[in-house]
C-alpha cells in the first residue's frame, strides 16, 4: 500500500504562484515504482487529470488549460513530486490531488486508471 501526501495548498491572488508538494511512504515501495498523475477538481466538477510523469522524469503533454504554466517534477530520492504553478487564475481554484499508478502500466490520465490516491489539497485563487 502506497500513501501519498499532499500540501502547499492555500490562498492566493490571482496571477500568483504556489508550488505543491505530494510525498510518498510505503513499506517496501518507492515512489520510484510508480508514475504520478496530478489532478483537479473545481468545486462542483469532475476531477480532470492534468499531466503525468513517468518514474524516469519524462512528462506526458499538459491539458491546455494549464500549458505553459504548470510544471510537474519528481526527485525520487526523496520520494516527492512536485506541482509549480504559476499564473494563477480564478479557475485553478479547487482540490489538488496527486495519484499514483504502477510504473509498468504506463502514465494516464483518468481517475479509474490510478492505483493510489492523495487527500488533496486546496487552492483558491481570488483577490
Known amino acids: 500500500q502506497l500513501q501519498l501526501a499532499e500540501s502547499g495548498g492555500g490562498l492566493v491572488q490571482p496571477g500568483g504562484s504556489l508550488r505543491l508538494s505530494c510525498v510518498a511512504s510505503?513499506?517496501?515501495?518507492?515512489?520510484?515504482?510508480?508514475?504520478i498523475v496530478w489532478f483537479h477538481q473545481a468545486p462542483g466538477k469532475e476531477r480532470e487529470g492534468l499531466s503525468c510523469i513517468s518514474n524516469n522524469g519524462e512528462v506526458t503533454d499538459y491539458v491546455d488549460s494549464v500549458k505553459g504554466r504548470f510544471t510537474l517534477s519528481r526527485d525520487n530520492a526523496r520520494d516527492t513530486a512536485y506541482l509549480e504553478m504559476n499564473s494563477l487564475k480564478p479557475e485553478d481554484t479547487g482540490d489538488y490531488f496527486c495519484?499514483?499508478?504502477?510504473?509498468?502500466?504506463?502514465?494516464?490520465?483518468?481517475?479509474?486508471?490510478?492505483?493510489?490516491w492523495g487527500q488533496g489539497t486546496s487552492v483558491t485563487v481570488s483577490s
Open positions: 510505503a513499506s517496501g515501495l518507492t515512489l520510484h515504482d510508480f508514475v
Open positions: 495519484a499514483a499508478r504502477y510504473a509498468f502500466k504506463g502514465c494516464a490520465q483518468a481517475s479509474f486508471m490510478m492505483n493510489f
